[in-house]
């Protein structure tokens, strides 16, 4: 999940007015075979994680005992078994530190389901009563606005600005629930921060890379929450995050991620428009014919390079652009289902279009005015991606996106400053934002 560039990134949004739920309380296992569970308890540590301990006895030594601490994180994660640090002998306390980082990133409102087992030699088992726990950014006073199956979670700014974010969620999921013909039938969450700052704990491209000096405005890590930075068009970050969630629904299944032109652009097609310095990107690299090679933009990789990442954004979103206009929402919608089958991206791309990627970015390329792009003869391969300088020179504001099985947007700090100068002039001048679709 996650990517960092110079543009915006996108959360969820809803209508209600209650604190976000926080489960403490832990139910207590009974004996069996000898072993009373005493107590359970489960604390919070935002950002580090949730610390779980468990507190028995038993006339049966602990050498002679296993203890398991099991826990799932819904929706996507699987059920996990560990072992977790005990002390003592008939009398036990034992302790699991649930870690939120790189490995496993906790995001606000994670639901951790979990209970303890007790095993001894002979085959007897004790288990405490299933519970969960939901993980907090405490540092908060969480309220909330929920409609239909989409909330927002909030601590500051007017109620009315909220409640007009959470309407453009509706109205974003609804469109690209019709574009890709899926319904996202679950609750979806959008913490929204104040700012890039506040937020900065909750983001898992934050905890991977805090040395980059990436500003990161949104993301999607789990499938049904997002977290939004309210710093940069937050209607723009809200609409991008949603459709990152509605595309994962989309080729939910047991095969492998969407190339990230194909996830990044369709989050970046709807927004209501490209950010000046995408605009500009593209413009001028289609002018110099030095646009990117398709199959290079496939990869996460793509976000450890010094290529122009306003480019790779501005030219995903007119690729997909190209698809859909080109050959209709119909196919385009083929194109998600038929990679929820299984198809890899070339046969896919073939099964519903008639060419592959290389085949596509050439058609594309007539589409701008540019001349075909002469493969390399190797499967999967085309011309190199050049590396580029940041489009805006010296003091400029490049940032960089990471494509990966997440979704969200990130800027570098001279990039932040720069898009608020940007906006602080246009609002000055009285200049309508030119909206593109």
């Given at each position: 999940?996650?990517?960092?560039?110079?543009?915006?990134?996108?959360?969820?949004?809803?209508?209600?007015?209650?604190?976000?739920p926080g489960?403490?309380?832990?139910p207590?296992?009974?004996?069996?075979?000898?072993?009373?569970?005493?107590?359970?308890?489960?604390?919070?540590?935002?950002?580090?994680?949730?610390?779980?301990?468990?507190?028995?006895?038993?006339?049966?030594?602990?050498?002679?005992?296993?203890v398991?601490?099991?826990?799932t994180?819904?929706?996507?994660?699987?059920?996990?078994?560990?072992?977790p640090?005990?002390?003592?002998?008939?009398?036990?306390?034992?302790t699991?530190?649930?870690?939120?980082?790189?490995?496993?990133?906790?995001?606000?409102?994670a639901?951790?389901?979990?209970?303890?087992?007790v095993?001894?030699?002979?085959?007897?088992?004790?288990?405490?009563?299933p519970?969960?726990?939901i993980?907090?950014d405490?540092?908060?006073?969480?309220?909330?606005?929920?409609e239909?199956?989409?909330?927002?979670?909030?601590?500051?700014?007017?109620?009315?600005?909220?409640?007009?974010?959470?309407?453009?969620?509706?109205?974003?999921?609804q469109?690209?629930?019709?574009?890709?013909?899926?319904?996202?039938?679950?609750?979806?969450?959008?913490?929204?921060?104040?700012?890039?700052?506040?937020m900065?704990?909750?983001?898992?491209?934050?905890?991977?890379?805090?040395?980059?000096?990436?500003?990161t405005?949104?993301e999607?890590?789990?499938?049904?929450?997002a977290?939004?930075?309210?710093d940069?068009?937050?209607?723009?970050?809200?609409?991008?995050?949603?459709?990152?969630i509605?595309?994962?629904?989309?080729?939910?299944?047991?095969?492998?991620?969407?190339?990230?032109?194909?996830?990044?652009?369709?989050?970046?097609?709807?927004?209501s428009d490209?950010?000046?310095?995408?605009?500009?990107?593209?413009?001028?690299?289609?002018?110099?014919?030095?646009?990117?090679?398709?199959?290079?933009?496939?990869?996460?990789?793509?976000?450890?390079?010094?290529?122009?990442?306003s480019?790779?954004?501005?030219?995903?979103?007119?690729?997909?652009?190209?698809?859909?206009d080109?050959?209709?929402?119909?196919?385009?919608?083929?194109?998600?289902?038929?990679?929820?089958?299984?198809?890899?991206v070339?046969k896919?791309?073939?099964?519903?279009?008639?060419?592959?990627q290389?085949?596509?970015?050439?058609?594309?390329?007539?589409?701008?005015?540019?001349?075909?792009?002469?493969?390399?003869?190797?499967?999967?391969?085309?011309?190199?991606?050049?590396?580029?300088?940041?489009?805006?020179?010296?003091g400029?504001?490049?940032?960089?996106?990471?494509?990966?099985?997440?979704?969200?947007?990130?800027?570098?700090?001279?990039?932040?400053?720069?898009?608020l100068?940007?906006?602080v002039?246009?609002?000055?001048?009285?200049?309508?934002?030119?909206?593109?679709?």
């Amino acid at each position: 999940m996650k990517r960092v560039l110079l543009s915006i990134a996108i959360a969820l949004a809803v209508v209600t007015a209650a604190p976000l739920p926080g489960a403490r309380a832990m139910p207590t296992g009974r004996a069996q075979s000898g072993v009373v569970v005493d107590s359970t308890n489960a604390e919070n540590d935002f950002p580090n994680g949730v610390n779980f301990s468990l507190s028995f006895h038993s006339d049966v030594d602990l050498s002679k005992l296993k203890v398991t601490f099991r826990y799932t994180i819904p929706p996507e994660g699987a059920s996990v078994y560990e072992e977790p640090e005990c002390d003592g002998g008939t009398k036990v306390q034992c302790t699991y530190n649930l870690k939120s980082g790189p490995q496993l990133f906790l995001v606000p409102g994670a639901n951790v389901n979990y209970y303890w087992q007790v095993d001894d030699d002979a085959g007897n088992s004790v288990k405490t009563q299933p519970a969960t726990f939901i993980y907090d950014d405490t540092r908060f006073d969480w309220k909330s606005m929920t409609e239909g199956n989409l909330t927002v979670f909030y601590y500051a700014g007017d109620e009315s600005d909220v409640r007009s974010l959470l309407q453009t969620g509706i109205e974003g999921l609804q469109r690209m629930e019709q574009l890709l013909n899926t319904q996202v039938g679950f609750p979806v969450k959008v913490f929204l921060y104040d700012s890039a700052e506040d937020m900065r704990p909750a983001a898992m491209s934050s905890s991977e890379s805090p040395e980059r000096g990436v500003i990161t405005l949104g993301e999607v890590f789990f499938s049904d929450t997002a977290v939004v930075a309210h710093d940069v068009r937050p209607q723009d970050i809200m609409r991008h995050e949603l459709a990152h969630i509605v595309v994962r629904q989309a080729v939910k299944g047991p095969f492998g991620n969407l190339p990230a032109w194909l996830d990044e652009g369709t989050a970046m097609y709807a927004q209501s428009d490209l950010l000046s310095n995408e605009e500009r990107a593209l413009e001028s690299a289609i002018e110099s014919d030095e646009v990117l090679s398709l199959r290079a933009m496939s990869s996460a990789s793509l976000a450890h390079t010094s290529v122009n990442v306003s480019l790779f954004y501005g030219q995903s979103w007119s690729v997909i652009s190209f698809l859909v206009d080109q050959y209709g929402t119909e196919r385009f919608a083929d194109l998600f289902a038929t990679f929820k089958a299984g198809s890899t991206v070339d046969k896919a791309l073939e099964q519903v279009y008639g060419f592959e990627q290389d085949g596509l970015e050439n058609a594309w390329r007539e589409s701008v005015g540019l001349p075909a792009r002469k493969s390399t003869g190797q499967q999967g391969q085309t011309t190199p991606l050049p590396q580029l300088t940041p489009f805006e020179g010296n003091g400029g504001g490049s940032g960089e996106q990471e494509a990966g099985s997440g979704g969200g947007f990130a800027v570098g700090a001279a990039a932040l400053l720069a898009a608020l100068a940007v906006l602080v002039v246009a609002a000055v001048a009285m200049t309508a934002v030119r909206r593109r679709r």
